[in-house]
């Protein structure tokens, strides 16, 4: 049995989970959030608590329980916090804009890269070289930051490019002259 499976979830007020045909259905203020549960993962919702469990003794199944356990505690704050990641544009004159529902990016490329912001995310600028991507759904989030990361690679010389607001970029040294060799 799966160590993180067997951790209980906890609902917070103003959310409502729902179970019918192996689909959970998460509602909450922020929106709302459907994912069908399989690998022989049941799941039981008891005076807010929602609890995963599993009959097979197989590894798989364990690892499965693990997965939609966690997959369900992701949907459960998603709706009610919500998720966001930060991006920082570090180039010579590089610079993101929001139009409409477009980031418009200036990152070294003879032309603008537009990035159209897709369904159930808000892309937001709060300066020119800060981006931030948040919405309810943590997987949405995170491939829709690592698809804009994606753009402009930071490069390892001087760190120019597109990175997590935490990351940090090993730095390699460059060409050094052939002086003092023989």
């Not at 890269?113 to 159930?120: A, I, S």
């Amino acid at each position: 049995m799966s160590r993180i499976g067997k951790m209980s979830i906890a609902v917070p007020a103003g959310v409502n989970l729902t179970c019918e045909d192996n689909v959970v259905t998460v509602k909450g203020p922020k929106g709302e959030l459907k994912r069908k549960i399989g690998g022989g993962v049941e799941v039981k919702v008891e005076d807010s608590r929602i609890t995963l469990t599993t009959n097979s003794q197989e590894k798989e199944a364990g690892a499965y329980h693990g997965l939609y356990r966690a997959l369900v505690a992701g949907m459960v704050k998603g709706v009610s916090e919500g998720f966001s990641k930060s991006l920082e544009v570090k180039g010579v004159g590089w610079k993101v804009a929001k139009q409409g529902n477009k980031l418009v990016m200036n990152v070294g490329f003879s032309h603008p890269v537009e990035f159209t912001e897709p369904e159930g995310i808000k892309l937001d600028v709060p300066s020119p070289t800060e981006i931030t991507v948040s919405g309810i759904d943590k997987e949405l989030v995170g491939q829709v930051a690592a698809d804009i990361r994606s753009i402009r690679v930071p490069e390892p010389y001087h760190g120019y490019g597109i990175r997590y607001k935490d990351e940090h970029v090993e730095h390699k040294e460059g060409k050094t002259s052939g002086k003092g060799k023989k």
